[in-house]
């Protein structure tokens, strides 16, 4: 029994240099094709560079921490006091960026514990399974979608040619907001709108110019989703 105790909190067998080099390689080469798929596959209308070096560095740490370990209870024990002092609020508002986060992580685990087969095999896996669901059909990609705000006034009598415009160049046209503008002389529009075609971007806007009393027309091409 005593035995035993001294070999789950004893000094365990140290990984020496040609080792630890390899388990970070391989961590930084599976970390980076993680974070190359990523930034292939992301739907926004830009990614943030500071969460592309999160993930290669936190898979670094999490190796480095699982090769500090080994089967050391006592230093795990140790590490995850010494981590419980730190508090992590940085926001992830996409899931899927939790995720690849999560992933990356989990790779950096597994070639720190030198379970390299599992690593590979599953990083290559998890990549090409973001790649199918990139380009499947049930994705939720939508290169076309835009926000389209304006101003009418209140009295305005425009809305059938509005309605014209839409189904003439637009597959998809939802209502998000109105609200008063101008002091209450004109309503602010914003409506998402999915183009039937990129290139109609420009003579959508020419048509809505040409309605008299429209106001600061503007669309914005974005992803599926919009956050106001």
Not at 131 to 136: E, G, R
Request: glycine share 6%; with cysteine; proline share 3%.
């Amino acid at each position: 029994m005593i035995s035993d105790l001294q070999a789950l909190f004893g000094a365990t067998r140290l990984m020496n240099l040609s080792e630890v080099l390899l388990a970070l390689c391989a961590t930084f080469l599976l970390s980076s094709m993680i974070t190359t798929v990523y930034r292939w596959t992301h739907h926004g209308l830009a990614y943030s560079r500071t969460f592309l070096h999160a993930m290669i560095l936190g898979s670094l740490t999490s190796s480095i921490m699982i090769m500090v370990i080994g089967n050391n209870l006592a230093r795990g024990l140790g590490i995850l006091g010494a981590l419980a002092i730190i508090r992590f609020r940085t926001p992830v508002r996409d899931p899927r960026d939790m995720v690849f986060l999560f992933c990356s992580l989990a790779t950096g685990i597994g070639c720190g514990a030198r379970v390299f087969s599992v690593a590979v095999a599953g990083a290559l896996f998890f990549c090409a399974t973001a790649i199918y669901l990139h380009f499947a059909p049930f994705s939720s990609k939508a290169p076309y979608e835009g926000l389209l705000r304006f101003l009418l006034p209140t009295d305005s009598d425009s809305h059938p040619l509005l309605q014209k415009i839409f189904s003439k160049y637009t597959s998809a046209v939802t209502l998000v907001s109105v609200r008063e503008a101008v002091q209450g002389g004109f309503l602010e529009y914003a409506y998402q709108t999915t183009l039937l075609d990129s290139d109609q971007q420009h003579a959508m806007m020419d048509d809505l110019l040409a309605i008299e009393d429209i106001e600061e027309p503007s669309i914005l091409m974005q992803r599926s989703t919009v956050e106001l």
